[in-house]
């Protein structure tokens, strides 16, 4: 885990995922090279619980700009703008996630410890007993599932996207007693994608409106096989000092 102070900006303006060393880009399958930063010393965060703290409320604060919420000045919109669609589909709050029934209580799918690993209940092959719709959190709010057979390994996404799986398959794709079911999901495109109604909510400020980002609430984050042994290409952690800045 990289240092807040060192991925504070990247969150920000989203130029990065943060502790990978690694520009913003689509890479599909490609290999690619990735270096540590440094991390913060064993034993900094007992030493020193007063700025861990305060890295953590900085680093919270950063990620909730894209909600257009700038609480202590850490980070200002001219910077950091807001998303274009701010709606935080909140499972239980009114409106949050109308298009599914059983409307979600979980803002994820929920946890299940299965082979001493920890997954989510959208992991396993078959659900625990006792699994419910609404176990799964809100649904497809930004985009759909897509279909394993339409990768072709080697090959980038085509430029329609991948073969998507329809509402209807959320039955088999979600399990559960009794499974989620669609309610009024929009035809035409993706909750998050709607520029007004229900599933819309646009900055208050007409000046964030207007610098606002498009996508900017989605969080990027790379899922990287690592298949290379320790050796001289692999590098160790490197420790931050504590007087560094």
Known sequence: MASSRRTLPWIRSRRQWPGVGLEHQRLGDRALRVHRPPVDPPGYRRRHPRAHALSHRFAVSAVNSRFDQYEGGVCSANGAPPDFNIKAYTPGASGGTPWMNPRPNRQSAQESTHGGRLHTIADLSAPPAGTTGDLYGPLWAHSKAVKFSSYVPGSGEPRNGYARF???????????????????????????????????????????????????????????????????NVAPPRWRSENSS
């Open 166 to 232: 329809a509402t209807g398959d959320w039955g088999a794709l979600y399990p559960g007693t009794p499974p989620p079911a669609s309610s009024g999901y929009p035809s035409s495109t993706q909750p998050y994608h709607q520029g007004l109604g229900a599933h819309y909510t646009r900055p208050a400020d007409d000046l964030h409106l207007a610098i606002s980002v498009v996508e900017r609430q989605v969080l990027h984050i790379p899922l990287l096989a690592c298949p290379v042994a320790p050796g001289s």
